[in-house]
T-cell receptor, first 116, second 111 residues
């Protein structure tokens, strides 16, 4: 019962380095999301996807890129990491239910990224 | 982006006490979800409320959606140490398929 799996779970980067976070879901969900969580700020949406091959910007997209080449995978990329991107990143997926725009979100366990 | 404000941000109580967490906005939401998050894990859905004025009960937890669909509350009766965690409200925007999260309420229930 994997659900939503994020890799890696921990990573330390130096300023200017690049990296990719991988999210995989095995529930055949249409929608996938990337959030970042910082103390006292809840979860903020970075990018999301409503289907394979489509992506859209969320609340805080700057400095991040995403791709959804396969329905089950949603990749989050940092081209040139900055200390302000130190955070815990959560991937989530949700089913598309006719008549309901946003169903229950199923979250991964998070990826803790530190940028020095 | 529609904003959601949660209060209080931190709450520390004794086992057996009652508490209420509030989630407020100046915007109308199509629906509102409540999540609970434990350390090192992702949030897990507790409930979704859809209709203005709706009240849902989940054992000792009571959730209410405001009549105008701009606010919500979570009431816990006779709190237990197992209720400790971060409680997050999330509103579904009327304009699209995305959720806006509040800042969260960190609840600590002491034995």
């Amino acid at each position: 019962n994997a659900g939503v799996t994020q890799t890696p779970k921990f990573r330390v980067l130096k300023t200017g380095q690049s990296m990719t976070l991988l999210c995989a879901q095995d529930m055949n969900h249409e929608y996938m999301y990337w959030y970042r969580q910082d103390p006292g700020m809840g979860l903020r949406l970075i990018h999301y996807s409503v289907g394979e091959g489509t992506t859209a910007k969320g609340e805080v997209p700057d400095g991040y890129n995403v791709s959804r080449l396969k329905k089950q995978n949603f990749l989050l990329g940092l081209e040139s990491a900055a200390p302000s991107q130190t955070s815990v990143y959560f991937c989530a997926s949700s089913p598309h239910i006719s008549g309901v725009a946003t169903g229950e979100l199923f979250f991964g366990e998070g990826s803790r990224l530190t940028v020095l | 982006t529609q904003l959601l404000e949660q209060s209080p941000q931190f709450l520390s109580i004794q086992e057996g006490e009652n508490l209420t967490v509030y989630c407020n906005s100046s915007s109308v939401f199509s629906s509102l979800q409540w999540y609970r998050q434990e350390p090192g894990e992702g949030p897990v859905l507790l409930v979704t409320v859809v209709t203005g004025g709706e009240v849902k009960k989940l054992k000792r937890l009571t959730f209410q959606f405001g009549d105008a669909r701009k606010d919500s509350s979570l009431h816990i009766t006779a709190a237990q140490t197992g209720d400790t965690g971060l409680y997050l409200c999330a509103g579904e925007e009327t304009s699209g398929s995305r959720l806006t999260f509040g800042e969260g309420t960190q609840l600590t229930v002491n034995p």
